[in-house]
């Protein structure tokens, strides 16, 4: 019987195929206490399943006036390594956003489509 020698560089190769096609994991409670110049605080939530990811985050100031409108949206990991992701809040505030991994940090993108008009 013959034997089936594999070199460890076609080995380690796969392994390696096999682990740059895992999404990159974006689950995790983020924050910026110094948003709007150290005057309010955005928070973020993220929970992934394969390439799904759900969104939640809010922002307020804090002192407590103002509107503090609560979020949450769907969305996917693309072929960039980035989650967009589509939300709507409790303001009645709708759009898209895109998430990118900066080490253990994120970088939050946000674009509204569709902002609430209040009238006095």
Request: proline share 2%; with cysteine.
């Amino acid at each position: 019987m013959k034997r089936l020698i594999i070199p460890l560089s076609c080995v380690l190769l796969v392994i390696a195929s096999a682990i740059a096609t895992q999404p990159i994991n974006f689950t995790g409670e983020y924050s910026d206490r110094s948003f709007l110049n150290g005057q309010a605080t955005f928070q973020m939530s993220l929970e992934q399943s394969g390439s799904a990811v759900t969104v939640w985050f809010s922002a307020g100031y804090d002192d407590g006036h103002g509107l503090q409108p609560i979020a949450d949206g769907n969305g996917k990991i693309t072929s960039k390594g980035t989650v967009e992701f589509t939300f709507k809040d409790s303001a009645r505030n709708a759009g898209t956003g895109a998430i990118a991994r900066a080490g253990e940090d994120i970088i939050v993108s946000l674009n509204a489509i569709r902002a609430a008009v209040f009238a006095k």
